[in-house]
């Protein structure tokens, strides 16, 4: 394995080469903003920095969409009277009985209700509304992954869905089909959630994220910078 540091303008960026038996040059930007070349065995060097520079541009902006496509990591007050985000709308956080047996959340526009919490514990309101998200986040992804796998041209279901906490990422999906989902994904409007599921489902198709990835994306998801550009506003 090789590396290869590249100037353009401002711009100063490492690719790694990965030599392989193939006859073209092929560059993917990973989301953690990896460069990646994978050569033929006998590429030049200098021919390899030489297709680096004259992708430069697109390398910064790929670098720059995958920037935006992390979750923020916004300090979140979980107290009443609180706002929070479920499907794109914000809702109140409100004590409703907190002399319930147990902890349950359920909406009542344009509030989170909250029973079986007391109003000064902080920590037990933060419990049960991310174990509601949780189990949203479950509902909302099981009713939208058909309609996202249907934009593609083969069947590309995943074969198991998983939801947990993940600091830098939205979604995940393997090579064996198992999704994972962030539950803070719920907090997005459907649209969001849409574009998020059929970025992951592209992967199945295209495992890296060079151009064929971003024309796959293009064809099956034609607005889906639009749909990226509220997912930001809408979690930050």
Not at 67 to 73: G, K, L, Q
Not at 165 to 191: C, E, F
Request: some cysteine.
């Amino acid at each position: 394995m090789t590396f290869v540091t590249v100037q353009y303008g401002e711009l100063l960026f490492t690719a790694e080469v990965r030599r392989t038996n193939r006859r073209t040059l092929g560059i993917a930007v990973h989301p953690d903003g990896l460069v990646v070349v994978t050569a033929p065995l006998d590429a030049d060097v200098d021919a390899i920095r030489h297709c680096l520079r004259r992708r430069a541009r697109w390398i910064a902006a790929q670098r720059a969409y995958f920037a935006d496509f992390h979750p923020r990591t916004t300090e979140r007050r979980w107290l009443p009277g609180e706002t929070h985000l479920y499907l794109g709308r914000q809702y109140r956080l409100r004590i409703s009985n907190a002399a319930a047996s147990s902890p349950t959340v359920h909406r009542a526009s344009p509030f989170l209700l909250i029973d079986g919490v007391a109003f000064n514990d902080p920590a037990g309101i933060e419990r049960a509304v991310r174990d509601w998200y949780r189990d949203q986040a479950r509902a909302v992804i099981d009713r939208r992954i058909p309609h996202c796998v249907a934009r593609f041209d083969r069947p590309l279901a995943p074969t198991t869905l998983t939801v947990r906490a993940m600091t830098s990422r939205w979604a995940s999906l393997s090579s064996t089909g198992r999704l994972t989902v962030n539950p803070d994904l719920v907090r997005a409007p459907i649209d969001a959630i849409d574009y998020v599921l059929t970025h992951e489902l592209a992967h199945t198709v295209v495992p890296d994220h060079g151009i064929r990835f971003m024309d796959l994306l293009d064809r099956v998801m034609p607005d889906h910078e639009r749909r990226k550009r509220r997912l930001e506003r809408t979690t930050a």
